[in-house]
């Protein structure tokens, strides 16, 4: 089993150096990585909240061994040409380190995450993906390696002739239009993962439209970049898309981890090279999550944490169970 930490980068950890400063004490401490959670907006009042990318940039300068990523992003509320270049660009920079954590943005595992009328998203959204249309209208906004465009989504139906909706993730007050989050989460893998092909692409789907689309550069990691598929009980649509993938992160008790793991083998026909983050508070014991299959324990911390508990943690960090 391999160690890792969830630290939420709000409040006192909203702070890019901060963040890097304790992920290079997790690494001296022998911590496997460190995982961020990808807000959108957070509602507790008061608190400042850091972008997890840029600080995940830090804690990559930081590190030179463990393992980075989110946890999770809500691809039902980004664009995935900026997520796929995102990515890109922290694995290059990690040298090959970084993990994706995608979850629905519904509660299915995606962390804190709104319901569309504070401003985060939710619309129902047509996205002209970054060289694909540009979204005035003109087609590759960027020129024609599909490098550019701005990728604005737009209300349900809309083409290029509408009025283009705020992108989500902005502040603007969206429409509360139902989005099918786990489709769009699903085709939104897709797309990420043909960008990160290297190869020109074409999709034309429901929800994201690209036109000749290459993007370059590559992943470092091969065949690309893994992917683990945020969970809770109750809902089978999360264990079919992480059978697709590289790993699961999900809610659930050491039982409840046991059902899911044997209906994603089922799927998979085995889970060998299948990554299992789950976590707990300091202090936590990690054997039954192991015992159930589990490999990786994530050490998670509160929304208001300082940086004095989690290097305290960091401190009392001792021998790790036999595995």
């Known amino acids: 089993m391999r160690y890792a930490l969830y630290l939420p980068p709000l409040g006192e950890l909203a702070d890019p150096g901060v963040l890097g400063e ?14 961020l959670r990808d807000h959108v907006v957070r509602p507790s ?7 997890p990318w840029i600080a995940l940039s830090a804690i990559a300068l930081c590190t030179t061994r463990i393992t980075i990523g989110t946890w999770t992003t809500p691809l039902a509320r980004r664009r995935p040409q900026e997520v796929a270049r995102q990515a890109v660009a922290l694995d290059r920079l990690s040298g090959g380190r970084f993990v994706l954590g995608a979850g629905d943005a519904d509660g299915g595992g995606e962390s804190g995450e709104g319901d569309g009328r504070d401003g985060t998203g939710g619309a129902d959204s047509r996205d002209r993906a970054g060289g694909l249309d540009g979204a005035d209208g003109t087609g590759d906004a960027h020129g024609g390696d599909g490098s550019g465009g701005d990728g604005r989504p737009y209300a349900a139906g809309a083409r290029g002739d509408g009025p283009a909706q705020p992108p989500a993730g902005s502040t603007a007050d969206l429409p509360d239009v139902p989005r099918p989050r786990d489709a769009v989460l699903d085709e939104s893998l897709d797309v990420i993962c043909r960008l ?34 945020a969970a809770r009980p109750g809902d089978t649509a999360p264990l079919r898309r992480a059978a ?9 008790s050491p039982e409840g981890l046991r059902g899911m793991l044997a209906e994603i083998e089922r799927r998979r026909g085995g889970l060998d090279g299948f990554d299992v983050a789950v976590g707990g508070p300091p202090g936590a014991d990690p054997a039954p999550y192991r ?24 401190d009392r960090f001792d021998a790790r169970p036999s595995s």
């Open 22 to 35: 304790l992920a290079e004490k997790a690494e001296a401490a022998g911590f496997d990585g460190v995982f």
């Open 45 to 51: 009042a008061g608190l400042a909240v850091c972008d």
């Open 196 to 229: 990160w092909s290297g190869e020109r692409t074409t999709h034309a789907g429901p929800h994201f439209r690209i036109e000749d689309v290459r993007s370059l550069p590559r992943p470092v990691q091969r065949p690309r970049i893994p992917i683990w598929v």
């Open 244 to 252: 697709r993938f590289d790993g699961l992160c999900p809610e659930t």
């Open 291 to 314: 015992d159930a299959g589990a490999t990786w324990w994530v050490m998670r911390f509160p929304d208001t944490v300082g940086a004095r508990d989690v290097s305290a943690a960091l």
